[in-house]
């Protein structure tokens, strides 16, 4: 291979002295991508409605991998809010280089029980949040010249449940809409130098999965071709490719991270 020296592969996935930005910073999901980008040398900001959680993340993240990181509050329904968020890493950082969407809210009923408000506050969260992130991010990343984006999606915008497993209309919906959004921003904005790319987790063993009943965890399990839920490290792997030059040639695309849950 052309150029190809001991040591490319590794060296490919180094984010050294980039730095992420991770909506919905608090959390198992958020706190593991966050050590795993900083793991690979990555100053990490995460940003919730909860700035204080994510402060304590935050701080330790930068204890153990000996990068700068930092918590945020964001409202990611709101413009304004998100428009502080960003400012508040380029003020601390002066760049960002990887946006990682991970906001998500979901409302539990039956599609004819569900009111207007509970439909709105997903759509706001989960699909709105992600595009007003992504639209503000990406005006720096132009006048850098350079970026990446990361949607969190998930299996469910590939599957439909039955109301015994999941009544959940409005996520799957979203997320399923976030799949589309990450494709056509790819499209838009690949002259400008930015990769957008998106991760659909499966069943993690973490927030919403905990939620359900045990009789149902147990038919989710049995759906998944590796019969286990996945732990949040497990998604890591995906974000590591995506957000660095080992990706650099992947854009538009979808990474399934749910053990064949999709094809059961």
């Known amino acids: 291979m052309s150029g190809a020296e001991a040591g490319f592969v590794a060296r490919g996935f180094r984010l050294d002295g980039k730095v992420a930005l991770i909506s919905g910073g608090r959390g198992d999901l958020a706190e593991a991508m966050a050590a795993g980008l900083a793991d690979l040398g990555c100053n990490v900001a995460l940003a919730s409605r909860n700035p204080d959680d994510c402060a304590e993340t935050a701080s330790g993240i930068a204890a153990r991998f000996g990068v700068e990181a930092i918590g945020l509050p964001c409202d990611i329904t709101e413009e304004a809010s998100v428009a502080g968020m ?10 960002l280089d990887i946006l990682v969407n991970n906001a998500g809210a979901s409302w539990w009923g039956m599609p004819e029980d569900i009111p207007l408000k509970g439909w709105q506050k997903v759509i706001d969260v989960n699909l709105t ?3 007003l992130a992504s639209r503000t991010a990406a ?12 949607n ?6 590939f599957i439909s449940y039955r109301p015994e497993d999941g009544q959940v209309v409005p996520y799957t919906t979203s997320k399923a809409a976030i799949v589309h959004l990450t494709a056509d921003l790819a499209a838009q904005w690949a002259d400008k130098g930015i990769r957008v790319n998106a991760i659909a987790p499966g069943s993690i063993k973490t927030g919403m999965t905990e939620t359900l009943t045990e009789e149902v965890q147990e038919r989710t399990r049995n759906a998944i071709l590796l019969r286990r839920f996945g732990q949040p490290e497990e998604v890591v792997g995906a974000l590591a490719l995506l957000a660095s030059d080992a990706g650099s040639f992947i854009t538009g695309q979808t990474f399934l991270v749910d053990g064949g849950q999709s094809l059961a």
């Open 152 to 157: 969190i999606a998930s299996v469910g915008g």
């Open 129 to 131: 949040g992600t595009f």
């Open 139 to 150: 005006r720096h990343m132009i006048e850098a010249g350079s970026g990446v984006i990361v």
């Open 86 to 95: 960003i400012d508040g890493v380029i003020e601390r950082f002066g760049r």
